[in-house]
Structures are given as structure tokens and as C-alpha cells.
């Protein structure tokens, strides 16, 4: 793959993970929103809002990597009505505009818990529908190896493994900051942080069984497919088998390395953040296993017709 090539994996996976952390943050914020002050919340929420923001930055960029005319790039909206990729565009800008916008009401405007929770789940709304536009566009007659549910569905385990492993990583990231900084109710802070890891990691290990299940069923379509498919599922079992199995071997490495950490950290007494290296470790681990499904995704593949 060149670097146009490449283009694609890195804007899908880090638009995925963008809807996936702000899913999952905005959920936290749902469960202890009664248990710590609602302004404290706020300021808890700012820093991942912000990586979050920066994340879907990088994403946009990276895909006009793949344009032969960036520059000519808007034009893709025109067809909005017929087209799944003019709408992916679309959406990925409303997901941006909407999650900016929430960062700059969390930074400048105290109170209004009500429209900011709004706003975080329509932002939320605008990223589920761009992961399904993004899916829609590999739906083609054409191309056997990816014209089945199971793609759309391999894009939203995606997202929510991805949401989870990096949120956890950058919520005790935020944590050590705050310790520095001397912050204000730091006590709170390590309670919300402390609390949160326990339900990331609870979520990595389900999350994980239905992302296997998933990709099992993609392989067993191909295999029990047309033609092309089954060349597909050859490439993927025969020529890309190692590849394949570390992919997996990743995913299963990294959820473990976070939960394992996380189940000990009570019996011996560690603080949440002593896991600033293990979630670090956990969430490149299911990164790379995540790059490495995505190259084996556009690797694989084999057009037919025009």
C-alpha cells in the first residue's frame, strides 16, 4: 500500500476512534453525573473533549492524502442525495463542527449541563452515522470480499474497542496532569478517573467478544461465498495467515493488558495512576492489531467487473 493507500485506514480508524472516546466518555458522564458536582464534571471532560477534537483533525487531513486534488476536496458534497461517500464527508464535518463546539461551551460557559449534554449526543448521533456512511461505501457488487453486513459491523466493534482503550489511556494521562498542576478537588478528579478505568475495562473485555465474533463471521462468509470471495478468504488463511493471526493475538494482548492491571490494582493497594504505563501499552497493542485489520481489509479485497 502507498501512501494514498494508506490515506483511508488512517482517517477511518481515527474518525472511529474519535465517535468511539466521546460514546464512551459521554456515557461516564451519564453514570456519575449524580455521584460528583456537575461543574466539576465539566472541567474533568475538557482535556479528552480537546484530544478528542484534535483526533478528528488528524483523521480529515489524513484522508485528503488520498485525493489526487485536495484542494478540490468540497466538491465530494455535491452528491450528498445519491452518494454514501458525499454524506460520509458530510457527516464527518457535523461530527467535527458539533464536537468543537461542545469543547468551546465546556471551556467558556459554566452551568448549562442540559444543552451540553445535548450537544454531546447529537455530536454522538453525527459520528454513529458517519461509521455507517464509511461502511455503506465498501458495499459494492464489485467487490466481493466487502459487500456483507459484517464490514459495517467490524467498523463499530472497531470504534468501540478503539473508544475504550484510548479513552482509559488518556483519562490517567489527564490525571497525572492535574497532579501536577496541584489542581483543585483532585480528590474527586482520582474518584471519577479511579472509577472510570474500572467501567473501561469492564466494557474492553465485553466489547472484545463480539469484535471476535463478528470477524469470525466475515471470514466464514467469505469462505462460504462466491468465487472471489473464497479467493479472498485464501489470501486472508494461506498468504496473510501470520498477519491474521497476530491481528488477533494484539487485540487479545492489549484488552488483557488493561484488564489485568485494572483486577489487581485493589488487592495490591496500586493507585489509578500507576496504570499510566499498562493502559499506554494496551491501547498501542489494540491500535497496531487495529492498523494491521485495516491493511488486511483493503489487502485482501478482489474487484470484479468495472
Known sequence: MNVREWAL???????????????????????????????LIDKLVRDPLLIIDITIIFGMIGAHFHLSRPYLSFLAVSNFRTSWLSREIVFTVLFFLSTAALWFIQWHRNGFWGLKTALGWLAIFFGVVTVYCMGRIYLLPTQAAWNMPETILTFYGSMLLLGVMALAAILIMDLRFMEVRQKEALTEWIFFVNDAVKRLAVAA??????????????????????????????????????????????????????????????????????????????????????????????????????
Open 9 to 39: 485506514p488512517v482517517y477511518t480508524i481515527l474518525i472511529q476512534m474519535s465517535v468511539g472516546m466521546l460514546l464512551v466518555l459521554w456515557t461516564l458522564r451519564l453514570f456519575v453525573g449524580n455521584k460528583i458536582d456537575k461543574e
Open 205 to 306: 473485555g465485553v466489547f472484545l467478544i463480539p469484535v471476535f465474533i463478528v470477524n469470525l463471521f466475515y471470514l466464514y462468509s467469505l469462505r462460504t461465498g462466491t468465487g472471489l470471495a473464497q479467493t479472498s478468504y485464501d489470501l486472508l488463511m494461506k498468504l496473510y495467515e501470520p498477519l491474521l493471526i497476530i491481528r488477533f493475538l494484539l487485540l487479545l494482548a492489549g484488552v488483557i493488558w488493561l484488564v489485568v492491571p485494572v483486577a489487581m490494582m485493589r488487592r495490591a493497594t496500586r493507585s489509578v495512576q500507576e496504570l499510566f504505563t499498562p493502559a499506554y501499552l494496551a491501547c498501542l497493542l489494540v491500535m497496531v492489531g487495529e492498523i494491521l485489520g485495516r491493511f488486511l481489509f483493503y489487502a485482501a479485497h478482489i474487484r470484479t467487473g468495472l
